[in-house]
């Protein structure tokens, strides 16, 4: 039998452990980082404004001295571009994952739950959600209240809540009547207690993970509705510099490689600290 | 003097899956407990024995609340608990406590020993740095020392015996009247058993406690118990003082699972009468008209097979519920 | 008595030692076994949790996996050093000449087909027989372990089955190609006492009737009284007495081996006084220096932390392990 553990640094040890394990999840969390820290230090490092049109020439070849990553069609510089679009699409995927998985947790847990006819009701709600195209309520929205990043954040915030509700509610289903919310029951814990303070923290590394998901699916979805203008044109976007570079594949393929490589390494990014975090917090082989 | 609990004709019945979905008559139900029956006096152990199916656990998570009963009631004190006012309930729930059987399954794995017994103290109104202190002494009395680095262990840091321990710790921490007892220790090794029944009894002598002993360990009750409940498909077969069913059973189960419990002697073991029955132990959902041991019992005659017969009393304190009894 | 042994030796276990390589250190799981199993015989191996029994087993039948390892030993089964078959040679061995039946056998059915076709499958691997004989031997397998209607208990599947039912399918299973050795792990711990009565009967009287031998690994002094003639006692992952159920039993040479009977709560005696053994089974990452049961022996003398007392016969077939019986 092994010998206890002493500290309960050992379980972030083990935690760093689990998740180094993952070479991929190690890249995505380097990745990540090296995004985050562009987006903090955007006015440092990007030399122009990236919404300044005619900041030089335009269609300026990458690797002009003076223009990193060139320009496009009406003369923005791509590099600072790129960088300030990694702003945007970390808080719009960041912040929408987070209200997500805030709302989608709250309605899964009661739902979960209390079960009966707040679950038929809530996830009769959260269907409706789910079946609903996005674009589709995008253009609805964007339409009646106008384009601005927080419409963004809210819709596509909207959009990722029944996946982390139906996950929560799946979770506080098969534990609500496992022995040891019995066991809290019997100490004279109240309903509501047990739901917060015995389940929830057995759920959470669950949801972390889904959350995580979400927002590599999120800077998906806001560049897509960024790509159809229905996001905010007043600022520096990676969608937005799709939307432009369409017209010109052949004259400036940079134009969309670069914003469509930016997309996906952080999409995969994200993806993969997703997947590593789910290995570090839920391991599945105990080990010997 | 009044009995300290009553169980009066205690019935658990669950629909089968699927069975609601037809409105034909005769639904399917599973009689996990059909009928129970004893009362438990102060400072005694009662020793509540069978096999799987039997309906021991489901009656002791019916006595914690834990589970609605069909029909039937249980008196606290005289009192029917499922008719409780709240700050009645706030007391029956510092006084009647359960030890669950899968010490694992029963902490939560992501709070440590100290939170997890912490928890009681506060929700009954001992708060802080107090509830810790009490605590801490607790784990001293089960023996899991040194406290302070018990009280940050997480469930999976401990071993079996340990986990028994604070399963023990969590039971008796406000000093209660009655703690049921699930199989406590039926998943530890033989020389550790010892370790925590001899806790047990030390504790209901500090503490004047009463037990229910929940367990299939025939062994366990004749060493620990004053009186056996033996267990049937969700009714008790027989009940009398431990002497008088380990040397006098009346009822043909009960001798049954004496002669199949084996016995730690080559000598005594083989030596012993056979009496092997065939079949299974059947599911408690088609039940037979009659006595429900009848498809298994060598003794079986048609009056047995008509209608249930009811626990009566044959001798003082030995009651039992067939027809033809042993002796 | 389950049957008369003859002299023949048909498992030769000589010093076994199977260890795991961990993160944290290497665990001596098994530390130098010696077993042997005659011809007719059967031996319970007694011990406790973690005490290197069922990895005993594995490692005889060779299902040991990293980290684990067999770092050393004999194992001979009639004369054939199983240590140095192929592994295609080992699966030959596996269910025609030993068998082995596990505790849990839901585990060790495949949920998605019927239990017929399980034990027909086995059959057919090893006996080479052609489907519609293969059929009818199960058949006639299914009714020899006392199932109820074994035409209808051919189709069903795993879990429409009960415990008991399943553990004598599994025992059908193992016992179909006619084995000379039946290894079984805990074969009734998960099962009601009426039930392990029952399956423990079926696992004697097939043995008796096939001339198998059995090597029956359990915690439950109680069936190995009823059920062994010779039985092994293992501590943390050593041999600590051996001799013949009516030697152990009746007079008990280790301190741990009459420390356990004591501890024993049987259902024909009321003990007062709860016996127990104090303290916990070793890490067998470290195990301790000298004899790994000085630190709960209340006999423990200082020649025990030096070096590991040797297994010695102190009477006919009697062997312990410890420095209070030290031959003459």
């Known amino acids: 039998m092994m010998g206890p553990k002493n500290d309960s640094l050992a379980s972030l040890n083990d935690f760093w452990y689990r998740y180094k394990k993952n070479k991929a999840a190690v890249m995505g969390l380097v990745v990540g980082t090296a995004l985050f820290l562009i987006a903090i230090l955007a006015p440092v490092i990007a030399p122009f404004n990236p919404i300044r049109t005619l900041v030089g020439p335009v269609f300026l070849r990458p690797l002009t001295p003076g223009y990193y990553l060139g320009t496009d069609s009406l003369g923005r510089d791509v590099f600072s571009e790129l960088v300030y679009g990694t702003r945007t699409a970390l808080i719009v995927g960041i912040v929408a994952a987070a209200i997500g998985a805030a709302v989608g947790t709250v309605i899964g847990m009661v739902s979960g739950f209390f079960g009966g006819i707040v679950d038929d009701v809530l996830m009769r709600i959260t269907e409706m959600f789910v079946v609903i195209p996005i674009f589709f309520i995008a253009l609805v929205i964007v339409s009646f209240i106008g384009q601005n990043v927080n419409n963004v954040i809210m819709i596509i915030g909207l959009l990722s809540w029944p996946v982390v509700a139906r996950l929560t509610r799946a979770e506080f289903l098969s534990l609500r009547e496992r022995e040891f919310v019995q066991a809290a029951r019997v100490d004279g814990a109240s309903e509501v207690s047990i739901m917060l303070r015995e389940i929830l923290p057995n759920v959470l590394p669950i949801i972390t993970v889904a959350s995580t998901l979400q927002i590599s699916s999120a800077i998906l979805i806001e560049a897509g509705l960024s790509f159809l203008g229905l996001g905010d044109s007043n600022v520096a976007d990676w969608g937005i510099m799709l939307q432009y570079a369409q017209s010109f594949i052949y004259q400036a393929p940079w134009l969309i490689l670069l914003p469509g490589i930016a997309i996906t390494l952080a999409t995969l990014a994200f993806n993969e600290i997703g997947d590593g975090l789910n290995d570090a917090l839920n391991p599945k082989l105990k080990e010997r | 003097m009044p009995h300290l609990l009553e169980v009066k004709d205690l019935r658990k019945q669950y629909p089968l899956k699927g069975s609601f979905l037809s409105f034909r008559k005769g639904k399917k139900l599973v009689h996990a407990v059909d009928g129970v029956t004893f009362n438990l006096d102060e400072g005694e152990t009662l020793g509540l024995v069978g096999e799987s199916g039997c309906g021991k656990t489901t009656t002791a998570k019916i006595i914690l609340r834990l589970i609605e009963p069909t029909s039937g009631s249980v008196y606290y004190k005289g009192k029917n608990i499922f008719k409780l006012k709240r700050s009645e309930m706030y007391d029956y729930r510092q006084e009647v406590k359960l030890i669950f059987q899968d010490t694992y399954a029963s902490l939560n794995p992501r709070m440590t020993v100290g939170e997890t017994l912490k928890r009681q103290f506060t929700l009954h109104a001992v708060r802080g740095k107090s509830a810790k202190e009490e605590v801490l002494k607790l784990l001293k009395t089960v023996g899991l020392t040194p406290e302070k680095t018990f009280y940050n262990r997480y469930p999976h840091e401990l071993s079996g015996g340990q986990r028994q321990r604070v399963a023990v710790a969590r039971a008796i921490g406000l000093k209660p009247k009655l703690v049921l007892a699930d199989e406590p220790v039926s998943a530890l090794d033989i020389s550790i058993r010892g370790q925590i029944l001899k806790l047990m009894k030390q504790l209901q002598h500090d503490f004047q406690l009463t037990y229910i002993f929940v367990t299939h360990h025939l062994g366990v009750v004749r060493s620990l118990c004053d009186r056996v409940a033996v267990m049937y498909l969700g009714r008790v077969a027989e009940l009398a003082t431990v002497d008088d069913l380990f040397e006098h059973p009346l009822h043909p189960y009960t001798k049954d699972i004496m002669l199949a419990t084996p016995i730690p002697d080559p000598e005594r073991s083989r030596s012993r009468q056979r009496m092997i029955l065939s079949g299974e132990v059947p599911s408690p959902i088609d039940l037979p008209r009659g006595c429900r041991f009848s498809p298994r019992c060598p003794y079986v005659q048609n009056d047995c097979l008509e209608k249930e017969p009811e626990l009566i009393e044959l001798r003082t304190g030995h009651f039992v519920a067939c027809y033809h009894p042993l002796e | 008595m389950i049957g008369k042994q003859s002299n023949e030796i048909i498992l030769h276990v000589q010093d076994l030692r199977t260890y795991f390589y961990l993160r944290t250190g290497i665990l001596k799981a098994v530390d130098g076994v010696t077993i042997d199993v005659h011809q007719r015989e059967a031996v319970g191996l007694v011990g406790e949790s973690g005490c290197g029994k069922s990895v005993t087993a594995f ?177 943390a992952g050593k041999i600590v007495e051996r001799g013949t159920v009516w030697q152990i039993f009746k007079h008990p040479l280790h301190p741990y081996t009459s420390g356990l009977l004591e501890c024993v709560l049987s259902i024909d005696e009321f003990k007062k006084e709860i016996k127990t053994i104090e303290g916990n089974v070793p890490y067998l990452i470290n195990p301790p220096s000298g004899c790994r049961y000085r630190t709960r022996c209340p006999f423990a003398m200082e020649k025990c932390g030096t070096v590991e007392p040797p297994l010695i016969e102190i009477e006919d077939g009697h062997a312990v392990a410890c420095y209070l019986h030290e031959a003459d």
């Open chain 3, 59 to 235: 490692s005889i039948m060779r299902l040991i996996q990293t980290p684990g390892k067999i770092v050393e030993g004999k194992i001979l089964f009639k004369d054939k050093s199983l240590l140095d078959l192929t592994p295609r040679s080992m699966t030959q061995v596996r269910g025609q000449d030993i068998s082995m039946v596990f505790q849990d056998p839901m585990t060790y059915l495949n949920p998605v087909f019927t239990v017929g076709n399980q034990i027909m499958e086995t059959i057919q691997i090893h006996r080479h027989t052609e489907k519609k004989e293969a059929k009818e031997k199960t058949i006639e397998l299914l009714g020899s372990t006392g199932l109820p209607d074994p035409e209808k208990v051919f189709n069903y599947f795993p879990h429409q089955l009960s415990g008991g039912m399943r553990q004598r399918i599994l025992i059908a299973m193992a016992l179909s190609c006619n084995p000379s050795l039946l290894i079984a792990d805990e074969p009734t711990t998960a099962l009601d006492v009426t039930v392990q009565a029952q399956i423990l009967q079926l696992i004697k009287e097939t043995i008796q009737q096939l001339g198998t031998s059995l090597l029956l690994i359990t915690h439950d002094l109680g069936i190995v009284a009823d059920t062994c003639d010779t039985v092994y006692v293992m501590y």
